[in-house]
Each structure stands twice: as C-alpha cells, then as structure tokens.
C-alpha cells in the first residue's frame, strides 16, 4: 500500500479568467498556472527532502493541463509521469466549455439542481457524479496496487480530486462540492496499514 500520496490539481490554463466548465478540452497552463506548479513541486520536493525521502511515481490525467503540471512535479526526481486516461476531468456535455453564468442563463432550474444536488443531477449529456467517482475508484485502485509503502503524486483535475477525497474520508459523493481544491493545490494523504488519514488539505501557500 502507499505510504504517503501527494494529490494535486492541475495550475490555472489559457483563458478568459472567467469560471468556467473546460472538462474534457483539451486547454494548455497558462503562465500563472506554470508559476503555481513550480510552488507546488517546490513543496513536494522540499518536504520529501526534510524526511529523506523521494518521490517513487507520477500519475496523471492525459489532459494538456495535467500532464504538464505533473511533469513539473517530476523533474525534481528525474521522473516522467505515467499518464491514466481514466483520470481526466468530467465531461461536462452541453456545459462544456461554457462560463458558470451562461449555463444559468440558458438552463437555470437544471444548473441549480446540479449545484444543490451533484450526485442525483448531473451536466446535461454530460457525466454523472457516479460515473466519474466510479471510472476515479478503477483508476486510483490500479495505482494503489503498483506501489507498496511509496510516496508518490497524482496530479488531475478539480472533480476528480473532490471523487478521490471523499472516498478516502469516507465522505458521501452528494457533498463533494463541499470539498475545495484550487489550482495547483497540494493535499497529503498518509496510509497506516492502508488506512488513509488526510495529512493536509488543498495547500498552495509560500515555501
């Protein structure tokens, strides 16, 4: 089992700097997202190095954004990530790529069930809350079964960040917005005989 796990979502990308659903676009980090994976890695190394530890592993979606923040966690190490397609952001169908207030605009009644209610409503065409959560579980138990007492990284997206900590806390999937993850934020998971204690949560403050 792994000992200890570094979960990270991607820096900020290319865009408008507007709230808005980018999901399974295929978007590059932005300069400001670079600069927040630098902090982030600078993090990992930094306390990895205080133990006299390294990093064994990096996973991370195959989305643009994710594989580059993850090969800026990497380079410390001398690693190149492994990516998991299974571990990309949620589709989010007729809402991709669309700001939070246009969404509302044209489909207020259904934007406001998802955001009350994420796990009995979901984006229109797009995936389920139960659909992400269960491709997420397939994709973090194969990375569980790789490592054996490791300390490795995972870098991905807000929605699947949000999917792993709830079931690592035990928390219902119908309160995963109630779980921030901002841009290139670190949280930290130690294993005791596989069970997971959250060890820090959604850091991206300075060294």
Sequence with gaps: MVGTLYLIRHGQTEGDGKRRYKGSLDVPL???????????????????????????????????????SAEIVAAPFGLSPTVVEDLRERHFGLWEGLTFEEIAERWPDAFTAWASDPLEHSPLEGESTLEVSSRVDRAFDDILGRQDGEYIAVVAHGGVNRAILCRLMGVPLGNIFRIEQDHGAVSVVEFYDGYPVIKLLNWRGQL
């Design 30 to 68: 932005s300069a400001e997202g670079e600069a927040e994976m630098e902090r982030a890695a600078g993090f990992v190394k930094a306390s990895l190095d205080a133990a006299g530890r390294r990093l064994g592993a990096v996973y991370c979606s195959g989305l643009k954004r994710a594989k580059r």
